[in-house]
């Protein structure tokens, strides 16, 4: 399992909690912000999830966790580099967005190929119908 704190809860870090919060093998252990009504506070309290706006709260777990600054901002990532301990890892902001583009890449993939999927699928019972009005034709004769 892996332990994994969000640091930053707009758009980026709602977008990782999001893509984490569905993978089986990853526990959320918190969310931080300064603002409250940020859109990944607002989701994680949904889920029932830790949430707090000083992020060392998250430090303070005492699992081998990952942290992830989804802030963007040199001073927080300094901060948390300082702060952790041997049993934590921080994320920075550029490897976070690095995972949410190949997520979003693979969401894109993923749409397509539904679009194409469905397109083939009514290909197939245009195909099917024109079948079997050929067959019946054919039956008259």
Same mark, same amino acid.
């Given at each position: ?5 969000? /640091?930053?809860?707009? !758009? ?5 909690? !999001?893509? %984490? ?5 990853? &526990?959320?252990?918190?969310?931080? =912000?300064? =603002?409250? #009504? ?7 309290? +949904? ?11 998250? %430090? ?8 992830? =600054? ?5 001073? /927080? ?13 921080? /994320? ?10 190949? /997520?979003?890449?693979?969401? #894109?993939?993923?749409? !397509?190929? &539904? &679009? ?6 009514? %290909?197939?019972? +245009? ?15």
């Amino acid at each position: 399992m892996l332990y994994v704190g969000i /640091v930053g809860a707009g !758009k980026g870090g709602t977008a990782l909690f !999001k893509i %984490l919060s569905g993978i089986p093998d990853v &526990e959320i252990i918190g969310v931080a =912000d300064l =603002d409250d #009504k940020a859109p990944g506070m607002i989701l994680a309290r +949904e889920a029932n999830i830790f949430t707090t706006r000083d992020f060392t709260e998250l %430090l303070q777990d005492p699992r081998k966790k990952i942290i992830i =600054d989804a802030t963007g901002l040199e001073n /927080v990532n300094n901060r948390l580099r300082e702060l952790a301990d041997n049993q934590t890892n921080i /994320v920075d902001s550029s490897a976070a967005l690095l995972m949410m583009l190949m /997520v979003e890449s693979r969401e #894109k993939l993923i749409r !397509k190929l &539904e &679009e194409q999927s469905g397109q083939m699928a009514e %290909l197939a019972r +245009e195909l099917s119908d024109t079948m079997m009005e050929i067959s019946a034709t054919s039956e008259k004769m």
